[in-house]
DNA sequence: TCACAAAACGTAATGAATACGATAAAATGT
DNA sequence: ACATTTTATCGTATTCATTACGTTTTGTGA
């Protein structure tokens, strides 16, 4: 997902534009991997000093619940990424740098026959390790 | 896994007995199931009054490290439970009562040639949901 | 039973996340 | 363009889980 997309899922959620938002979202943009509140404000803060926890967080668990980013516990830390919504997938995720990449495997058909009286809401599964770059 | 094999763990790694330790143990023991340190904590306190926060998280780390218990994160707080040792398997979670149900179901072995040139570590597959009664 | 290492106590500190009243800014209708 | 309304942000305080640490207590092996 682009900038252009995630401005227009914001707009058709009736939420408003601006400069902070935007920046944001070229943040998640271009960083194509899970970033921690705590990163997003080390980027804003040369260029808002001063903004707020308040917001940093507002605008990340909004954009969450629009389904512009999707996010993660990794060692009691909430991260975040851009949602890839073309399809259904899992991630390997690098413990070093929080680079993911996509899984196309997922089991949970085979899952769903071994838990025939459970209400299934949700799944997770993901890789942990080194990518190329950090090994 | 029940209290005298984890007692037999602690002892060959070289760890004192004592009667918290014990109790912390029989609480695992017979909750089969994510419990949090607080629901430790809750347990241990009719007869231990005063007992202190160090105590709970520096047995609860040991024992994960030990291969007591096994741990996941659930919306921010660390949950732990008895190890069930005898073969790999993942779980089913009930997001009301931290029940777990075995799942035999791994997809490791095909995700592996997915991911030629990364470094695995480790995975975790978790599925969430409500267990039978608690829908 | 004595000495020493490990465990527990009591409490303070850290760090992520949330809350809130007050203020500012963006969208909308006239 | 202006006023109104709605949403966003600020500044800061608070909550909550977890970790840290100096001191005291307690197992354990000689």
Redesign the pocket.
Known sequence: MNVDEALTILKEH????????EDILSFFATEDRYR???DLLQYMEPN?S??????I???L?LFREVGILESTDLN???HFRMKCAHHHHHHFICKDCGLTKEIETCPMETVKTELQSFAIEDHKFEIYGLCPACQ
């Open positions: 009736g939420y408003k534009y601006t400069g902070k938002r921690t509140a705590k808002y001063g903004i707020s926890f308040d917001t967080y507002r605008n668990h009691g830390e909430k």
